[in-house]
């Protein structure tokens, strides 16, 4: 029963950051108060005209807003890094990336969280996960990849629960008829 009420807890926590965007016409009325997004947009706005950079310990890197960056891990551009984000962003930012994918199709993801494997009985293949959990460790979301290569599972995988660092471009397929998003040729660095 704690279980389940802790379940909830978290699902209502991360719809509610999920939502935190908000409708900006009532934002500008001063009926809303500003989300997520809008405050680090205001925070990196107001870093560039200090003439510095945001500290990763604010939640957020230029790539999560504007186009390329470097990532000093891997030394390849990333669009969206998630290894940046703070725990409840991170999460929040999972599920805008799963709620509207179209948003972020071919955009370079990098993510950190533990290795998780899941066989497909239909096709006897497996989907693959990084598991990103909460500062809290009560709540978790997975982003499934796919690693570019020819390799073979387990041989070619970490351990399951292992922490893993993958990045990879985002994108959506299509299978009995839903919509599941994935990291396709994705690396794992780190």
Do not use: H, W
């Not at 409708?23 to 009926?31: I, L």
């Not at 990763?56 to 186009?67: K, R, S």
Request: hydrophobic letters at 35%.
């Amino acid at each position: 029963m704690k279980r389940a009420i802790r379940y909830l807890l978290c699902l209502v926590l991360i719809l509610s950051l999920a939502g935190c965007g908000g409708n900006e016409a009532a934002r500008k009325a001063g009926n809303q108060p500003a989300g997520v997004k809008d405050i680090l947009e205001q925070a990196k706005a107001d870093s560039e005209k200090q003439g510095s950079s945001l500290p990763a310990e604010q939640g957020t890197t230029a790539a999560t807003q504007t186009g390329k960056e470097t990532s000093a891990a891997a030394d390849e551009p990333v669009d969206v890094d998630l290894t940046a984000l703070s725990g409840a962003l991170v999460l929040s930012e999972v599920t805008n990336m799963l709620s509207s994918p179209k948003n972020y199709i071919g955009k370079t993801v990098k993510m950190r969280g533990s290795f998780a494997s899941f066989p497909n009985p239909v096709t006897g293949g497996y989907y693959f996960t990084c598991m990103i959990q909460d500062a809290a460790a009560c709540c978790a979301q997975g982003m499934e990849f796919i690693l570019a290569g020819d390799l073979t599972y387990p041989d070619d995988y970490p351990p399951v629960k292992s922490i893993i660092c993958v990045i990879g471009v985002f994108d959506t397929y299509q299978e009995g008829g839903n919509t599941y998003c994935t990291l396709r040729d994705a690396r794992l660095i780190g």
